[in-house]
């Protein structure tokens, strides 16, 4: 899991002087660092179903990970005519359905670390 890092940053504006404080999530180094609190069992699990449409509300764009995947530009192409939201679970289950019983939580977690979205990691294990 990520850690959380305290940034203090302040500023002056005219005769006053204005402080803050803010917490932000430190990026793990690695992936095997990211998952160390996940079990192992977790990790060997195929994504159920509703994980993966609950991630999918979650991308912004499908695009993003899609190239992760592993799924070819033919294979992209057949969600290009959905609508969006559509396009981001149809995506993940494709990915499902083609690794069949490969598409584990660590193999998916694998494809969000490349495409940088540890924030992501967090929310599906």
Do not use: N
């Not at 690794?99 to 940088?116: D, F, K, N, P, V």
């Amino acid at each position: 899991s990520a850690q959380l890092i305290l940034v203090a940053a302040g500023y002056t504006s005219s005769s006053r002087t204005v402080s803050y404080t803010r917490l932000r999530m430190a990026a793990p180094e690695s992936l095997e660092e990211c998952l160390r609190a996940v079990p192992e069992e977790r990790l060997e699990q195929v994504c159920l179903d509703d994980h993966l449409l609950e991630l999918s509300r979650e991308l912004s764009r499908w695009p993003e990970v899609s190239p992760f995947l592993g799924l070819s530009e033919t294979e992209e192409e057949e969600f290009e005519s959905r609508p969006p939201k559509r396009q981001r679970v149809d995506v993940l289950r494709k990915w499902r359905e083609k690794c069949g019983s490969g598409a584990t939580y660590r193999r998916l977690s694998e494809a969000l670390w490349r495409a940088q979205r540890v924030d992501l990691i967090d929310k599906l294990c």
